[in-house]
């Protein structure tokens, strides 16, 4: 079982940077690939980024890359979502996810633990 917990969400003007944060309980964490979704308004909850449980495997959104990065840290059981320029397309609820076979995946079927979500809202 894992818990996941973000933060560092917030309002940030077009063009800022935001780095979200998900810490995560359990043993496991090291085994575990990490995702970033998103929720907008309205709209289905889609695939951010994800990286694999050895840090290798890394995939982002054809939207957010080169603007986002996904890292881990394995002796802090924490995950990192740095996003620079930032739009008010990115404005959502970001979710961090956990998928126990490790193996990083952009299908938000693959994960099984999800955290509570954290908003960032970009103004123009």
């Known amino acids: 079982q894992v818990q996941l917990v973000e933060s560092g969400g917030g309002l940030v003007q077009a063009g800022g940077s935001l780095r979200l944060s998900c810490a995560a309980s359990g043993r496991s964490f090291i085994s575990y690939a990490m995702g970033w979704f998103r929720q907008a308004p309205g709209k289905e909850r889609e695939f951010v980024a994800a990286k694999g449980w050895s840090g290798g495997s890394t995939y982002y959104a054809d939207s957010v890359k080169g603007r986002f990065t996904i890292s881990r840290d394995n002796i802090k059981n924490t995950v990192y979502l740095q996003m620079n320029s930032l739009t008010p397309e990115d404005t959502a609820v970001y979710y961090c996810?956990?998928?126990?076979?490790?193996?990083?995946?952009?299908?938000?079927?693959?994960?099984?633990?999800w955290g509570q979500g954290t908003q960032v809202t970009v103004s123009s």
């Open positions: 996810a956990a998928d126990r076979w490790g193996g990083a995946s952009t299908d938000i079927m693959q994960y099984d633990y």
